[in-house]
Nanobody
Framework: QVHLAESGGGLVQAGGSLKLSCAAS????????MGWFRQAPGKEREFVAA????????HYGDSVKGRFTIFREKVKNTMYLQMNTLKPEDTAVYYC?????????????????WGQGIQVTVSS
């Protein structure tokens, strides 16, 4: 059974940094691309970043480009999101996601596996 577990969220001041982790388990002999989405209260789920199976191709949402970095360590079955220069508008629940296959996917509908989410709060 596939399981995704996020960690590393919390409260940080504007301009600060946080690093989210997502540990994946249950993908026995499967290739999978991964992504991060976020959802703020009263808003739709928003694409943040995605990475392919090989880890050599990434894509970012416009609101986080140049501030966030997605990467993965396949040997550890773990994906990360390094978030720098955080802004109050980055406040949201962040979700780790995964989809079978090697290619990047950009919409929530393309992901079949989700973590439970983790809160990130940026104070002004």
């Amino acid at each position: 059974q596939v399981h995704l577990a996020e960690s590393g969220g919390g409260l940080v001041q504007a301009g600060g940094s946080l690093k989210l982790s997502c540990a994946a388990s249950g993908f026995t002999d499967s290739t999978y691309a991964m992504g991060w989405f976020r959802q703020a209260p009263g808003k739709e789920r928003e694409f943040v970043a995605a990475i392919n199976w090989a880890g050599d191709s990434t894509h970012y949402g416009d609101s986080v480009k140049g501030r966030f970095t997605i990467f993965r360590e396949k040997v550890k079955n773990t994906m990360y999101l390094q978030m720098n220069t955080l802004k109050p508008e980055d406040t949201a629940v962040y979700y780790c996601s995964a989809t079978l296959g090697t290619r990047i996917r950009l919409t929530p509908e393309m992901y079949g596996f989700w973590g439970q989410g983790i809160q990130v709060t940026v104070s002004s």
